[in-house]
């Protein structure tokens, strides 16, 4: 698990060691500069988080870059977050950032979004 907020980590751990889940390791950092090498991980999962991010962009090529190449993304939305990002908007950022649409579950307003990492144009993506 990975977020800027430290209260939120702790509170995922707490919930986490309160159910007997210890396999989560919790970083703090900034989406926009991972702390991982390149091609780290398959997926990553995002929810309610991209439109809180200053750069969301920046963040997006970030996930692309720690991505294996084959790696998947799967962003979440639901409309009652004051920075949601829609489905057509996050497909245009996604693309941008060297992401192929996959497939949607839900709708306008609550909706998970997968995309697979694709290889970068002119070196980056």
């Known amino acids: 698990m990975f977020d ?14 309160a159910a007997g889940v210890t396999n989560i390791i919790a970083e703090q950092g900034d989406a926009r500069n991972l702390p991982y090498p390149d ?35 799967v962003i979440g939305e639901v409309f009652f977050d004051p920075d949601f990002v829609g489905f ?17 579950l839900g709708g306008s ?6 995309f697979r990492r694709i290889a970068a144009r002119d070196g980056q993506p």
Do not use: C, H, N
């Not at 057509?88 to 949607?104: C, H, P, V, Y």
């Not at 307003?109 to 997968?114: E, G, N, P, Q, T």
């Open 4 to 17: 800027v907020q430290r209260e939120m980590l702790d509170d995922v751990m707490t919930r986490a060691r």
């Open 39 to 73: 091609a780290t991980f398959d997926g990553a999962y995002l929810v309610g988080v991209l439109g809180e991010i200053p750069d969301g962009d920046a963040a997006l090529r970030e996930l692309w870059r720690v991505l294996k190449p084959d790696g998947r993304l």
């Open 109 to 114: 307003l609550s909706y998970l979004a997968r």
């Open 88 to 104: 057509a908007t996050l497909t245009g950022r996604a693309a941008q950032a060297s992401f192929a649409f996959e497939r949607k």
